[in-house]
Antibody, heavy 123, light 108 residues
Framework: QVQLQESGPGLVKPSQTLSLTCTVS??????????WTWIRQHPGRGLEFIGY???????YYNPSLKSRVSISVDTSKNQFSLRLSSLTAADTAVYYC???????????????WGQGTLVTVSS | EIVMTQSPATLSVSPGDRATLSCRAS??????LAWYQQKPGQAPRLLIY???TRATGIPARFSGSGSGTEFTLTISSLQSEDFAVYYC??????????FGQGTKVEIK
């Protein structure tokens, strides 16, 4: 059974950089069968795609966040990480990591998720 | 960007009744449509992909239908554990694979 687990600080000051790590167990990031993604959910609101990474290091970022986002992968640890800079209160959200899967040649549904971590941006 | 619109925003249903949730895409997404269930304090859980294929371990009372721009999630007989928020998500244009705003299924 694939499991994902986010880790990182729950409280970050404005203007600082958020760093979160997602540890994958029960499956290998290196398999190349999936993409690995970050999604966030503002309190009481919907789901926002942040970006994804492939095991080769290839990435895609949401254009609205692109200037502030970086996603990296460490296949030796079976982890991938998110960095989001220049934080404001608007970045307060639950951050999820998830696995992107495909079917019949179409990728993009999220079949396994971490439990999520609440990040609060406040001084 | 493809906009996904879900209706209704809130659906009040009695346990044992059928629930029908709708999702509309602003342009055709073929059958590249997924449904998720989210309970308070939990991550979303994949229910359906390919518009109608149940994900692993999902009970048969959940069914999905539709193609193009109109999709439906049906819960045939609501159980207590089914009261939650449901999201649709298209992945015809991926990334990003946009989500709808959600439908809350509450106890009537």
């Amino acid at each position: 059974q694939v499991q994902l687990q986010e880790s990182g600080p729950g409280l970050v000051k404005p203007s600082q950089t958020l760093s979160l790590t997602c540890t994958v167990s029960g499956g290998s990031i290196s398999s190349g069968d999936h993409y690995w993604t970050w999604i966030r959910q503002h309190p009481g609101r919907g789901l926002e795609f942040i970006g994804y990474i492939y095991h080769t290091g290839s990435t895609y970022y949401n254009p609205s966040l692109k200037s502030r986002v970086s996603i990296s992968v460490d296949t030796s640890k079976n982890q991938f990480s998110l960095r989001l800079s220049s934080l404001t209160a608007a970045d307060t959200a639950v951050y999820y990591c998830a696995r992107e899967s495909g079917d019949s040649g179409w990728y993009g549904f999220r079949d396994y998720w971490g439990q999520g971590t609440l990040v609060t941006v406040s001084s | 960007e493809i906009v996904m619109t879900q209706s209704p925003a809130t659906l009040s249903v009695s346990p044992g009744d059928r629930a029908t949730l709708s999702c509309r895409a602003s342009q055709s997404v073929s059958s590249t449509l997924a449904w998720y269930q989210q309970k308070p304090g939990q991550a979303p859980r994949l229910l359906i992909y390919g518009a109608s294929t149940r994900a692993t371990g999902i009970p048969a009372r959940f069914s999905g239908s539709g193609s193009g721009t109109e999709f439906t999630l049906t819960i045939s007989s609501l159980q207590s554990e089914d009261f939650a928020v449901y999201y649709c998500q298209q992945y015809n244009i991926w990334p990003p694979g946009t989500f709808g705003q959600g439908t809350k299924v509450e106890i009537k």
